[in-house]
Nanobody
Framework: QVQLVESGGGSVQTGGSLKLRCTAS????????MAWFRQAPGKEREWVAS????????YYAEFVDGRATMSRDNAKTTSDLQIDSLKPDDTATYYC???????????????????WGQGTQVTVSS
């Protein structure tokens, strides 16, 4: 299975920006979709954004739409997620997930993904 590693988390003040990166050990059909989820303490894991190879436009959850930009590199092994205008509610561990299926990619459901990174912490202070 392709290994996923997240980086770029950290602490930032309200209104700031962070760019998270997910790096895959290699490209395969199994990671045509790369997605970002987040999980705050005591809350369920929630979908943030997805990018499917061959589809020009990423997909975003409503709570980050307009504040987030997700991209993939030409080699298709790296996915960046930049979030601007960060709020304390954005504090969470952010996870990268990958899979082969387009329906799963846009489902917003964490149960549709079996390949996960270890997560990177984002803390937004007021």
């Amino acid at each position: 299975q392709v290994q996923l590693v997240e980086s770029g988390g950290g602490s930032v003040q309200t209104g700031g920006s962070l760019k998270l990166r997910c790096t895959a050990s290699e490209y395969s059909e199994g990671i045509k979709c790369m997605a970002w989820f987040r999980q705050a303490p005591g809350k369920e894991r929630e979908w943030v954004a997805s990018f499917y190879v061959g589809v020009i436009t990423p997909y975003y959850a409503e709570f980050v739409d307009g504040r987030a930009t997700m991209s993939r590199d030409n080699a298709k092994t790296t996915s960046d997620l930049q979030i601007d205008s960060l709020k304390p509610d954005d504090t969470a561990t952010y996870y990268c997930a990958a899979g082969p299926s387009f329906p799963s990619c846009i489902s917003g459901s964490s149960s549709r993904f079996s390949n996960w990174g270890q997560g990177t912490q984002v803390t937004v202070s007021s």
